[in-house]
């Protein structure tokens, strides 16, 4: 199922200086809580299909929240699409398919922060079209 192996603590941090180095990071305001919730930005990624030019999904945080069940800061998912191979483009507008996909609770199995803020489960069902394996979403 996971297309790509999930960030280490390692890489995440060289992404953060590579980010916070180049300026996509503000280091004034740059805020990342937990490696967890930037690895599951990047699980949430890897699930999604992608396309040649950019979309703008907005909610992507928020959606990224809800599916993990788990807070996520901006700069977490920036780090997250940065470290992500097939991923291209800057927050909110990534090469993401119109068609966004509810990744399988299963890549979130590894992940140990995953879930403990159950508070943001269930939002922004209504923006995904498909379920992980080829369902459509309800």
Known sequence: MRNYPLPTDSRIEWAIAELLASGALN?????????????????????????RAGNTCNPI?????SWGCRYC??????LAAYLHPRIRGSYPTFNLSRRLVWPSPE????????GIHPGYAGKYLEDYR??????HAS
């Open 61 to 65: 945080k928020h959606m990224v929240e």
């Open 27 to 51: 280091p004034r305001y740059f805020y990342h809580e937990s490696h967890d919730s930037t690895r599951i930005a990047f699980a949430w990624f890897d699930a999604q299909k992608t396309v």
């Open 107 to 114: 890549r979130l199995a590894e992940i140990r922060e995953a």
């Open 130 to 135: 498909v379920q992980e394996g080829g369902c």
């Open 73 to 78: 800061s901006t700069d977490s998912v920036k």
